[in-house]
């Protein structure tokens, strides 16, 4: 039987949990297709055949993967499905003797001029809380994969990276590229030398973690709640090389229309996912209560899901789905407390849930995230 709902509500650190993992983490989702900027396979392929430029073959074959024309001039504009581009990141480590390092040096590659007018807003912002503060808003001119939060906790700030699915190889590949990229462009654009306090990850760490260590300079923790780089209030609050507010104004005008022409189930069915996991810890929410809460009638949230492919069901799904992923992996909690932080009325349906998921029980998930448990 499941507890009250407040008393698990208020158990120690599920009010912390839920405020983590409630709704910066679900405004990104899983969707049939993600999108990812094509500068990014570029990036991938130049670090993957540096050892070797003079092969050609190669370097076509990686394209070809994710069916980009090579000698088309870099476009970050030009998108490729996520799923494609794991892929390639995968490959890449695999065939590299040197792959445990590749997401550094693809990220370490990164300038501001390569990501056109987001770059030059990322360079022009005032200071590097400017900065960050540009990709949280801008973000979605990149990719439609990952969105980034500055959020202040404990006394510690982090830049930190949200993305949502299964941990493959390929997206934790990506992950770490993301990192070490605007680790780089903090560095570019900080008058004083960028090193965070530490940096985080969520996925286990690799066999040798010392490239990481000398890439970031500071600390670098695996396993942790979050993909992130702690920043000191100094380093934030530095004036950046060349802020200048008339410029970064003009160039947020520009990503403002940038943001306005993406699709719109990019933006409506995020907002959705993100009120549905607010609400997730006081029980499934209605479509009428959503719909209030975005501004508009129930059948009118309705019907424009309906003209994007979605329903409200099948975001509610993925809310749960992905919430669920994240506390079975926080060891600490009980299979009862995450049935429950899900909006389940009974373990037992939760158990069933879980396995039309993933496939596994969530004992078994919960155990193979976490090998140290019994």
């Keep these: 039987m499941l507890p009250r709902r407040g008393d698990v509500y208020r158990s120690p650190g599920f009010r912390q949990t839920l405020a983590r993992l409630g709704f910066a983490a679900y405004r ?14 570029h990036k991938v392929v130049a670090a993957a055949t540096a ?7 190669r370097r076509k074959s990686l394209f070809a ?3 980009i024309d090579p000698d088309q001039p870099i476009d970050p504009k030009l998108m490729v499905e996520d799923a494609a581009y794991y892929e390639l990141c995968e490959r890449a480590v695999r065939e590299d003797p040197e792959g445990l390092s590749l997401s550094l040096r693809v990220g370490g590659s ?8 987001f770059g030059l807003a990322w360079k022009t912002a005032l200071t590097l809380r400017g900065s960050f503060a540009r990709a949280e808003r801008y ?3 990149l990719t439609s994969v990952s969105t980034y939060e500055l959020r202040t906790e404990s006394g510690r700030n982090f830049m930190m990276l949200h993305r949502s699915g299964e941990r493959s190889l390929g997206l934790r590949i990506s992950n770490e590229q993301t990192i ?16 965070p306090e530490e940096v985080w990850f969520i996925h286990d760490a690799p066999k040798d973690t010392s490239a990481h260590e000398s890439y970031f300079g500071c600390p670098v923790r695996f396993s942790m709640d979050r993909d992130a780089l702690v920043v000191s209030e100094r380093t934030l609050d530095a004036p950046n090389k060349l802020g200048d507010s008339g410029v970064s104004q003009f160039l947020e005008s520009h990503l403002n229309q940038e943001l306005a022409d993406l699709p719109s189930e990019e933006a409506l069915a995020k907002r959705v996912l993100s009120q549905i996991a607010e609400s997730l810890s006081e029980g499934i929410p209605t479509i009428n209560n959503v719909a209030s809460a975005l501004g508009m009638s129930g ?15 099948q975001l509610v799904t993925t809310a749960r789905r992905d919430l669920a992923f994240r506390l079975l992996r926080l060891s600490s909690y009980s ?6 932080l899900t909006g389940f009325s009974e373990q037992s349906a939760f158990n069933r849930a879980f396995k039309r998921w993933s496939g596994h029980t969530p004992r078994n998930f919960q155990l193979s995230a976490n090998p140290g448990t019994t």
Aim: charge should be negative; hydrophobic fraction near 40%; glycine fraction near 6%.
């Design 65 to 67: 993967a994710v069916k």
């Design 180 to 195: 070490s990229a605007i680790a780089q462009i903090s560095r570019e654009v900080a008058q004083e030398p960028f090193v």
């Design 139 to 141: 973000g979605l001119v």
């Design 51 to 57: 050892s070797d430029p003079g092969d050609n073959a």
């Design 335 to 340: 299979l009862v407390e995450v049935a429950f």
């Design 28 to 41: 990104n989702y899983d969707r049939r297709m993600g999108l990812i900027s094509s500068l990014f396979v």
């Design 299 to 313: 059948r009118t949230l309705q019907r424009r899901l309906a003209q994007d492919g979605h329903t409200f069901q």
């Design 110 to 117: 990164m300038r501001c001029d390569d990501y056109g007018a």
